[in-house]
């Protein structure tokens, strides 16, 4: 008989351990190490997690107190077979019993649940389903109890994450935990600065247009087609201040062929929007949308043209660099020696600070790399100029004309003197 009662204790506390464990292992689990049909079974215990907690703890709860129950009646039987003091033995199985449900039913398999939770979710999904059912009697009323409770009670909605800040630092520490990739850990800051982007840190600047004079041939603008493989052209008057309007390069295919008798270019341009260089990303996408366009010319506060906006510039902003077969990969950083680089000056500080470990002033009045190099220095430089920040040394490697082409960076903690 007493046999019999300590191996149903026996399984009593592996019941116990199971619930504990469970508890632990499948509100902690990482989805991402689940196969499809493994997820699919954990997902639908994780559809509804109040009931899927209530039957735990309820579970749990219904076999503890049968233990403690059992081992007192092993106690008192034991107690009988051999003329023991019942209230000395009761004391001492107390503490055994307690002890013994503390570490083998609780901590430990929460420990293992912790280290463990995606093995530990997959094995049990289909016990606990069973569970589930079993209970499903006793959890449901509990379940309806403690809502009434919740609801009476002076609660309010718990907020999981009080600022931007906390979550791109939990986007941080999620990547270097593992728990995602690296690039969603980007994409989830990226959200975030997204409001706070202004269109001229992402246009193409003046310098980099390939535009039409409007009295070119429609025979010019196909060649232009052919050799750049962009699909949009500002058409402009004298210059590119004088921006007449757009043209689409599919509203030209009719005329390759020479079939039809070709017209004034500016018969064929779509009207220009233009929008300021101050003007926030989030709300040009929403212009972009209303309007049924693309693209955009940036304007500088005098009116000239600064540059021009796509729409698939704003979306690089979030997900990062879209290339389609006709994009030209070019490698804005180079590792060309121990903390050396070469870079292309066209950078935007941004992409910058996310690849080298150096940080520019917030409030700051350039966007890019080169513009950083020329307000640094105060004029025009030449090649071999040199600026520092930090303990960065900053070197004009190749230039066109006025422009910055390739700057060449040195991280050094003892710089030249002679250094501007």
């Known amino acids: 008989m007493i046999i019999s009662e300590i191996l149903l204790f026996l399984f009593l506390l592996l019941l116990s351990s199971i619930f504990s464990g469970s508890e632990t292992a499948y509100f902690s689990i990482n989805k991402k190490e689940l196969s499809s049909k493994e997820a699919k079974e954990v997902m639908f215990l994780l559809q509804n997690p109040k009931r899927l907690l209530i039957t735990l703890i309820t579970g749990n709860t219904i076999v503890n107190s049968s233990m403690a129950i059992l081992a007192a009646l092993i106690t008192a039987d034991i107690a009988n077979t051999l003329n023991l003091n019942l209230t000395a033995l009761m004391i001492l199985e107390t503490l055994v019993v307690t002890l013994t449900i503390l570490i083998l039913s609780e901590i430990t398999p929460k420990i293992i649940a912790i280290r463990n939770s995606t093995l530990f979710a997959k094995k049990l999904s289909v016990p606990i389903r069973i569970f589930m059912f079993l209970l499903f009697p006793l959890a449901i009323p509990i379940y309806r109890l403690t809502n009434v409770i919740s609801k009476l009670l002076p609660l309010k909605r718990e907020v999981l994450f009080d600022s931007e800040d906390e979550l791109v630092a939990l986007a941080n520490l999620g990547a270097e935990s593992g728990s995602i990739e690296q690039e ?16 001229r840190e992402i246009m193409v600047p003046r310098i980099d247009i390939v535009g039409i004079d409007i009295n070119s041939s429609i025979s010019k603008a196909i060649e232009l087609v052919k050799k750049t493989k962009f699909s949009k052209f500002p058409i402009y008057n004298d210059n590119l201040d004088t921006i007449h309007g757009i043209l689409y390069a599919k509203d030209i295919l009719p005329f390759v062929n020479g079939n039809i008798k070709e017209k004034n270019i500016s018969s064929l341009c779509r009207e220009a929007y233009f929008v300021p260089e101050s003007k926030q990303i989030d709300s040009l996408l929403k212009d972009f949308q209303r309007r049924k366009v693309n693209i955009a010319i940036v304007v500088d506060e005098y009116g000239g043209t600064a540059g021009l906006v796509t729409v698939e510039d704003i979306v690089e902003e979030v997900v990062g660099d879209i290339r389609d077969e006709f994009d ?16 292309d000056a066209k950078i935007s500080i941004h992409d910058f600070e996310s690849q080298i470990p150096i940080s520019f002033e917030e409030d700051r009045e350039f966007d890019t790399l080169g513009g950083f190099f020329f307000f640094k220095f105060g004029d025009i430089p030449k090649v071999g100029t040199n600026v520092k920040l930090s303990d960065f040394r900053f070197q ?16 050094d903690k003892i710089l030249n003197d002679n250094i501007k």
Do not use: C, H
């Open 396 to 411: 004009v490697r190749t230039m066109e004309g006025n422009r910055i082409l390739k700057i060449e960076i040195t991280r």
């Open 184 to 199: 969603e850990s980007e994409m989830i800051k990226s959200v975030f600065e997204y409001g706070d982007t202004a269109v």
């Open 328 to 343: 030209i990969e070019t490698q804005m950083i180079s590792l060309i020696g121990p903390n050396r680089w070469l870079v």
